[in-house]
């Protein structure tokens, strides 16, 4: 028996609402793989009166863009992770790639979202961290702990840590800014992410323009140059103090909302993690 046209369009609605919802994501999955895989119900919505006179599959675009299944972005563009032996974990964070790729470019509800994208980025982030410890250190938990320490002194580990990832992440990244040979500009760009993600997490992310304009000031300012002309920013945190030179950075890299820099970024951590993990 067919159902009733305002009813199907009631469920379509309701289905749409699930999809958006990024607490579904099996959910949508599964959507995607049903249309995307599925070649038979593909055939039966091309026969019935979903599909056009002419036989093509017009409607089921419809149908694809309506629901924000964007299979294009599940084709281009992702993080080879394949060198990931866990398949959990592998899968997790395609997963994870790909809900960040659709926040990027607004497929995902239908809009633009930097901190949902900084959020995905950060999953990942932190996931492939984690299973960089645990496999250079074949599950030793005390093996990380003192590797970490030989590199940052400073590092707290909670009296009932048992677990990677019951570390924080700055304390992971001050130990593979060595491992990896990078420098402080690699280890904030990961920060950065995740210092965005808490403020989210907390409805408390907002551009402090007053701290721009102050900081951006100072830059102009002669009083503030080195003999060779360029910006004393030792001086200037001094005078305004290391917290805020350091939310001024934070700021105004928030207001670039530097999408393509934080997939470069992943890529370039999953470049590094690979290389270690796979090493013979």
């Known amino acids: 028996m067919g159902q009733d046209k305002k009813q199907l369009s009631k469920l379509l609605a309701f289905i749409k609402e699930l999809y958006d919802n990024p607490d579904n994501k099996d959910f949508a999955a599964g959507i995607q793989n049903m249309v995307l895989a599925d070649k038979d119900f593909q055939k039966r919505v091309a026969s019935s009166g979903l599909s056009g006179s002419d036989g093509t599959s017009k409607d089921i675009q419809k149908i694809e863009r309506y629901l924000s299944l964007d299979f294009k972005l599940d084709e281009a563009n992702l993080i080879d992770y394949s060198f990931i032996t866990n398949e959990k974990v592998h899968q997790q964070l395609l997963s994870d790639y790909r809900e960040m790729l659709r926040y990027q ?96 997490s907390h409805r408390s992310l907002k551009t402090d323009r007053d701290l721009i304009s102050v900081v951006e000031q100072l830059f102009k300012d002669p009083a503030y140059k080195k003999i060779d002309g360029t910006i004393n920013y030792a001086q200037i945190a001094a005078r305004i103090g290391q917290n805020r030179m350091s939310e001024y950075w934070f700021q105004t890299w928030f207001e670039r909302q530097p999408y393509e820099e934080i997939s470069m970024n992943l890529k370039k951590l999953a470049a590094a993690i690979e290389l270690a993990t796979t090493a013979k």
């Open 105 to 200: 470019f607004g497929t995902r509800s239908h809009k633009v979202d930097f901190l949902e994208f900084c959020r995905f980025a950060h999953l990942q982030t932190e996931m492939l961290i984690n299973y960089y410890f645990e496999t250079v250190f074949q599950g030793d938990f005390g093996k990380m702990v003192a590797a970490m320490k030989a590199n940052y002194s400073e590092l707290y580990v909670a009296e009932k840590a048992n677990s990677i990832s019951d570390i924080s992440l700055k304390s992971k990244l001050f130990y593979l800014t060595s491992a990896f040979g990078w420098d402080t500009k690699d280890k904030n760009a990961y920060l950065n992410v995740y210092e965005a993600r808490n403020r989210q």
